[in-house]
C-alpha cells in the first residue's frame, strides 16, 4: 500500500479539466503546479457561463422580461450556493470583484463611517500579521494613513508559524480589527483563526480572515471559525475570475456604510442626497457579474460533490509527499511548517545557489508550472530571511507522479546550474 493514501479519483477529475490534457513546452504534458495563483476550471464551470450567455444573458435585478428573471434567478441562485458551502445566511454573503476587492470594502467602509461604530480614528489600532498576502496587509496600511490609527503586527516564528505568545497583549482595547490569513499561501500554514477570533471578540475587536487559500481546499464554516467578516475568490476555487466573496454577519453588514457606490444599490435618488438599499446590495453597486456567478456556482457543486473533506485530504496527502520527497533533495530549504500538521498545499523553498526564478525557468522546459518571487508576501520573505522562493501548489487533480516530477525537476535544475 502506498504510504500518500488516496481520497479522490484523480484521473476521472483530470478529464473535466481541459486545460490539463495540453502538452506545454517541449512538448512535454503540463504539470501544473500553480493552482495557489488560480486553478484550472473545469467543463462544468465553463459549460454553466457558456449556457447562461447562450440562453439567460440580461442583466439581473433590472428588466421585467423573462431573461431579466432568469438573469435575477441564476445570479441570486449562485449566492444561496455560496451561503450554503459557508454555512451562512444569503444575505451575508456579498459578491465582489475578487477576495482582493472584498477586503478593500470592509478596510473603505471602516475609514469611511462617519458615526457608527465601524469609525477608526487616531490611537485606534488595526492588528494584522507578517505572514498576509499583501491584499490582507496594503488595505489596512492604507487605512491607517487615511485615519491616524496604528498598524500592528503579529510575527512570524523561524518555523514559519504565527507567533500568538503575545496574542492577548497585542489585542488590546483599541483593537479595531484583527486581519488574518487562513491559509498562508507561501508556507501553507493554517493559523488558529477560531482561537484568534474568541481573542479579538474578547476585547470587542472585529476579525476578518483572508479566506483566499482555506476556501478552495478545506472545509469552511463560518460559524465554527467565529470570524466576523471573511473574504475569498471564485478562481483559485475552480471558478472564474472577476467575481469574489465578502462573508459579513448579518449585524455588521447592516451597519456597514457603501463602498462602491452608483445604480442597483440605491434606495431613493434626489438631488440632494440617495438612501441605500439594505445589504448585500448595498455592496453591489453596477450590472451584476452573472455568468461569473454561475461559474462560482458550478465550482461549489463540483467541490461539494468531491466533498471538501476529501479535498483537503488529498491535498495533505501530496503535501506529506512532496514535504518527504524536497526533503531529500541536498541543498534545498522547505520554508514554512515541515509536516502537514495544520499546514496545506502551498509548499515554497528555496535552493542554495540557483534563483527562483532559474528554477522556474528550468522546470518550465520540463513542463512543469510553479510560481517563482515573492509571492505577493514580500514581509513573510523577508521575515523568514530570504528574497524570493519557488512555490508548488496542489489541488484536486494533482498526482503523485506530478510530484515526483516536480522533486526530479528540482534535481535537473541543480545539476543544470552546478549546484546541490
Ligand atoms: C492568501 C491570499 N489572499 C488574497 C489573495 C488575493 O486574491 P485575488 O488576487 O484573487 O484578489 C491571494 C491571491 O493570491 C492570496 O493567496
Not at 348 to 365: I, W
Request: with cysteine.
Amino acid at each position: 500500500m502506498s504510504a500518500y493514501p488516496e481520497h479522490l479519483d484523480v484521473e476521472a477529475i483530470r478529464a473535466d479539466f481541459p486545460a490539463l490534457a495540453r502538452t506545454v513546452r517541449n512538448d512535454n504534458p503540463l504539470v501544473y503546479l500553480d493552482s495557489g495563483a488560480t486553478s484550472q476550471k473545469p467543463v462544468q464551470v465553463l459549460d454553466a457561463e457558456r449556457t447562461f450567455y447562450e440562453r439567460h444573458n440580461a442583466a439581473a435585478h433590472r428588466g421585467t422580461h423573462l431573461l431579466g428573471e432568469e438573469a435575477t434567478d441564476v445570479y441570486e441562485g449562485a449566492r444561496a450556493k455560496v451561503a450554503a458551502f459557508l454555512g451562512a445566511d444569503v444575505d451575508e454573503v456579498v459578491f465582489t470583484k475578487n477576495a482582493t476587492e472584498a477586503i478593500n470594502l470592509v478596510a473603505y467602509a471602516m475609514s469611511n463611517d462617519r458615526s457608527g461604530s465601524f469609525r477608526v480614528g487616531p490611537g485606534d489600532e488595526i492588528l494584522i500579521t507578517e505572514m498576509e498576502h499583501h491584499a490582507n496587509l496594503v488595505p489596512w496600511q492604507q487605512l491607517c494613513e487615511r485615519t491616524g490609527a496604528t498598524l500592528r503586527w503579529l510575527d512570524v516564528t523561524p518555523e514559519g508559524r504565527l507567533d500568538l505568545d503575545h496574542l492577548d497583549a497585542m489585542i488590546t482595547g483599541r483593537t479595531k480589527i484583527v486581519a488574518v490569513t487562513h491559509q498562508s499561501n507561501v508556507t501553507g500554514t493554517i493559523p488558529p483563526v477560531a482561537e484568534i477570533a474568541r481573542a479579538a471578540h474578547e476585547k470587542g475587536a472585529l476579525v476578518l480572515a483572508d479566506a483566499a487559500q482555506s476556501v478552495p481546499h478545506q472545509p469552511v464554516d463560518v460559524a465554527a471559525l467565529g470570524v466576523d467578516f471573511l473574504a475569498f475568490s471564485a478562481h483559485k476555487m475552480l471558478g472564474p475570475y472577476g467575481i469574489g466573496v465578502l462573508f459579513g454577519r448579518a449585524g455588521l453588514l447592516e451597519a456597514m456604510p457603501p463602498f462602491l457606490t452608483g445604480g442597483s444599490m440605491i434606495e431613493v435618488v434626489r438631488m440632494e442626497g440617495s438612501t441605500f438599499l439594505p445589504p448585500p446590495q448595498r455592496f453591489e453597486p453596477g450590472v451584476p457579474a452573472v455568468a461569473e456567478a454561475a461559474g462560482l456556482a458550478a465550482a461549489v457543486d463540483y467541490l461539494s460533490a468531491l466533498g471538501m473533506g476529501n479535498v483537503a485530504a488529498h491535498e495533505e496527502s501530496l503535501t506529506a509527499h512532496a514535504l518527504d520527497a524536497l526533503r531529500e533533495i541536498d541543498g534545498l530549504r522547505i520554508l514554512g511548517p515541515d509536516t502537514t500538521k495544520d499546514r496545506g498545499g502551498a509548499v515554497a523553498f528555496e535552493v542554495e545557489g540557483v534563483h527562483p526564478h532559474d528554477v522556474g525557468q528550468v522546470l518550465d522546459e520540463l513542463g512543469i508550472a510553479v510560481r517563482t518571487g515573492h509571492h505577493c508576501a514580500w514581509p513573510l520573505h523577508r521575515a523568514l530571511g530570504v528574497q524570493a522562493s519557488t512555490r508548488a501548489t496542489f489541488y484536486v487533480y494533482n498526482t503523485h507522479g506530478e510530484v515526483d516530477a516536480l522533486a526530479d525537476g528540482i534535481r535537473y535544475a541543480q545539476r543544470f546550474f552546478k549546484a546541490g
